[in-house]
């Protein structure tokens, strides 16, 4: 793909996108519909899996990673169709019904499939699993989940004293916990309250702040019960529930959304239009810090479907300023930090990231790599143990960066692109379609010069 300013440009193992303004500028306009939300996409897949009857899902994300989890899923039985965004089938297969797989599981570059999974996996009693993935997904921590579920009882072996994949799993009827969880993580908690559905009483988790909440939205509506205290973060889930295949309406991922957010920013002169995005209050920390930032965005048509929240959002391009982004804030916009990061270095005065050191064992150690990636760009990033500290106002040159294969990196480093003096070539683009696989194509349409 290739025009004057976007160009793909194919090399033996890899992709390199190349961004490179005219030097006169451009600005973004238009509407943009972004992908399926993918935290959604993922827990749509499974519990349709496990539930009665039929599930359909509309508007699914079709990027690696869901269809990491339906892979994984179709190996233990389940029938699911080919995933496309119009509609997704699914055959319920009843809770605890899933399948030994003939094979190992591959959960491909996808923390969230491998985590939740784990899960249901271990409360298969008398079934034996076995779970892989890729080479960035067998370098992450696995013991946030796996020790929380051997309090259940599970029985689970792997690399470095269980604490990386490839993961063994004997499957076995676990026994109720209150787990206490170190840290506000929704992966953990979803792949707790997923092992207690065919625990005989109740399972509790209990975070120090509140993580994203689709888990417990989506297991009400597929008919599990649970109780919710909101005062103390905590959510118990009452085992042997009857779940019941629904029809499942994705929003688009906000997570995705932030990349066009910044980019209306940032770039001068600009208007963006993005339809269709879930606003849930436990993934909206980006609209509050950049609301801090005096970005200048509006949500219009605010609605709910399927118990999410969805709006579409109006930014224009602003002047932002520095602030300090930390405690509970963080767990609501883990994802998002690469790309705040981007707009922090457009913004006026110091901005500080801090109480993110879960970033250091993502799909890559994203703190290192966005400092690494704004900072070859001529931007100044301080990395510190648990954040980073950006000052602003400053101008980007083009170079070549890499983004260490991490789909939110290569995204980030690309909108930062947008604003180099110089081409910026990204190397190992490919990975955006982890999460986007149409960013590119996107980017093109919305760039006027």
Request: net charge negative; charged share 20%.
């Amino acid at each position: 793909m290739t025009n004057s300013i976007i160009t793909l440009k194919n090399q033996p193992d890899s992709q390199d996108l190349i961004i490179n303004p005219p030097s006169k500028g451009i600005t973004l306009q238009g509407k943009i519909q972004i992908p399926g939300d993918k935290s959604i996409s993922h827990r749509a897949l499974m519990l349709g899996a496990i539930s009665e009857g039929i599930t359909t899902i509309q508007g699914i994300l079709l990027g690696e990673d869901p269809q990491s989890t339906a892979s994984c899923f179709r190996a233990m039985g389940a029938e699911i169709s080919p995933l496309n965004t119009t509609e997704v089938t699914i055959k319920g297969m009843g809770l605890g019904n899933l399948q030994e797989p003939q094979d190992v599981l591959n959960a491909g570059n996808s923390g969230t499939t491998i985590r939740l999974m784990l899960g249901l996996l271990a409360s298969h009693n008398n079934r034996f699993f076995a779970v892989t993935g890729d080479n960035s997904l067998r370098s992450r921590p696995m013991s946030r989940v796996v020790k929380p579920l051997q309090e259940m009882g599970a029985h689970i072996w792997g690399r470095k004293q269980n604490t990386l994949a490839p993961l063994a799993i004997a499957g076995k009827q676990l026994k109720p916990i209150h787990y206490h969880s170190p840290i506000a993580s929704a992966q953990v908690k979803s792949c707790i309250l997923l092992g207690g559905l065919m625990v005989d009483g109740k399972t509790t988790v209990t975070e120090p702040a509140l993580s994203r909440d689709h888990s417990e939205r989506m297991l009400q509506a597929f008919g599990a019960e649970l109780e919710i205290d909101g005062d103390t973060n905590s959510v118990t889930l009452i085992g042997q529930p009857h779940l019941q295949g629904q029809q499942v309406v994705v929003p688009g991922d906000i997570s995705s959304a932030a990349f066009w957010l910044i980019a209306g920013c940032i770039v001068p002169d600009s208007e963006l239009y993005i339809e269709n995005v879930g606003i849930n209050p436990t993934r909206t920390g980006i609209l509050e810090v950049l609301e801090m930032m005096n970005a200048d965005i509006s949500l219009e048509n605010q609605r709910v479907i399927a118990g999410e929240p969805i709006a579409d959002l109006r930014v224009k391009s602003c002047q932002l300023q520095g602030c300090e982004i930390g405690g509970s804030l963080i767990p609501r916009l883990i994802d998002e930090i690469p790309i705040l990061a981007v707009a922090a270095v457009f913004a006026q005065g110091i901005t500080t990231i801090k109480d993110a050191a879960e970033l250091r064992v993502k799909e890559s150690d994203r703190l290192a790599a966005i400092a690494s990636g704004l900072n070859a760009l001529g931007a100044k990033v301080n990395e510190l143990p648990d954040g980073l500290e950006i000052t602003g106002g400053g101008n980007l040159e083009g170079i070549e960066v890499d983004s260490f294969k991490d789909h939110r990196i290569a995204m980030s480093l690309a909108i930062a692109g947008l604003r180099g003096k110089n081409a910026t070539t990204i190397h190992h683009a490919e990975s955006a379609a982890i999460s986007y696989p149409d960013f590119v194509e996107t980017l093109q349409s919305i760039i006027k010069v």
